[in-house]
């Protein structure tokens, strides 16, 4: 796998070199999109691309690059080698490590609408702006939210109809929904997921439940060792060993959905991209809720936006703009809303007639829109990944009983320093 560090090299290497002259009309876009396999999400995507085709006239020809990470791997490749996306979906974490690569044009350099650019969501903005100008506007978008079996909850004398917004009622909760068998766990309380390209965005929401942040806005300093991060340790890994109402080690992430609805646990911590797979495939009513936090409900925010590739010529860059304005429109944005669990990012998609009747129905769609207001962006520094993997490595190690969560926090904060000391400019 590249790091971030071989990326930026091949990207600047690549944009030193002559520019090719290309025509100022096109009929045709290259858009990479981050999805390994074929199903729902490539049909719905493949049938945008058709219906801006026959309103346009512009084919937007979209290339399924795997996961985030490789989508991106493949994004800079491709550009190397004089191809590549004019524009591409991919994590609005990687805000740093993108735009420092030189392959990005900002969206005041295509000339984008301003009253367009500032109408998403301010929360799925906050990965959008750097040295005063936006390099990504909010499509694939999510909060981290908790499902929850409300027969469960009726089954253990809870009340299916009211969640806990705290630490402490959480874990009062999950002890009631814990089930035994033979001096083993047949059902957990509660599962969150601790795997590598995840422990990162499950611990961004604990920090932010607890009043901590993890980063600063410049993406060049972590700080993980400030005592409402550790705190947020702390409680995650008293969830396993004091009142173990969720596993110890590591929880992958793949493996929530399967488990919510095989009755392997009551509570799951995922993303609303989930909700329309929980919807159609639940034989149990289920709510969806706010993160509890230690004094009130928190949450993190994630998933990708779009980018724009600045090797495009004039009239690229102009139909690649053209495009993110049509995915974006209140009929599409409710559309994609409906169809995968991702939430609508502007307020006008909201208010057509088929999401409010969607709504109407499925109260559930709009419950993660009502805690944008106390969400966090989600980890995001220069060399991104890397900085990830080291807080992911001492986060399992705690939560596997190797380290207290000051020892854990404290390695990851000096690789973190090691990371980052070279892009603390001044």
Known sequence: MLHRRTLLATAAATLAAPAVVRAQ??????????????GPLTAIIDGYCRDFASESGIEVKPVYAGNY????????????????????VLLAAEIHAVQDMDILVSLEDLGADAK????????????SRKLGKTW????????????????????????????????????????KLLKSAGGNTTRWGFKLASDTGNAQWTFGALANQAGGILMNEAGTETFFTDPKVVEALTYWRGLAFDSKITPQ?????????????????????????NLTNLRDKAG?????????GKAGVRTVVGGGNLYFMKHASE???KASLAFARFLSTPERAADWCMKTGYIATRPEAWETAALTAYVAKFPAANVARGYLPVATGELSTFENQRVQVALTNQIQ???????????ALADAQAEADRILKPFRRG
Not at 25 to 38: L, Q
Not at 284 to 292: E, I, Q, T, Y
Not at 397 to 407: D, I, N, Q, R
């Open 69 to 88: 990470n490789e989508t991106l791997v493949k994004a800079v490749t491709a550009i190397k080698g004089g191809e590549g996306p004019h524009l591409a």
């Open 284 to 292: 149990f009513p289920f709510g969806v809720a706010g993160l509890p």
């Open 136 to 175: 990504s506007v909010p499509f694939q978008r999510s909060t981290a939210v908790d499902y929850y079996n409300k027969t469960l909850f009726t089954e253990a004398g809870l009340d299916p109809e009211h969640f806990p917004t705290t630490w402490d009622g959480m874990v009062e909760a999950g002890r």
């Open 397 to 407: 190690a705690c939560l596997a009983g190797t380290k207290t969560p000051s020892e």
């Open 116 to 127: 367009w650019v500032d109408g998403f969501y301010p929360a799925f903005m906050a990965n």
């Open 315 to 317: 009239a690229e860059r």
């Open 25 to 38: 009309t096109t009929r045709a876009i290259s858009f990479y999109y981050p999805i390994a396999v074929g």
């Open 249 to 273: 080690g590591t929880t992958a992430w793949g493996t929530l959905p399967s488990d919510f609805l095989e009755g392997n646990t009551a509570i799951i911590q995922s993303t609303t991209g």
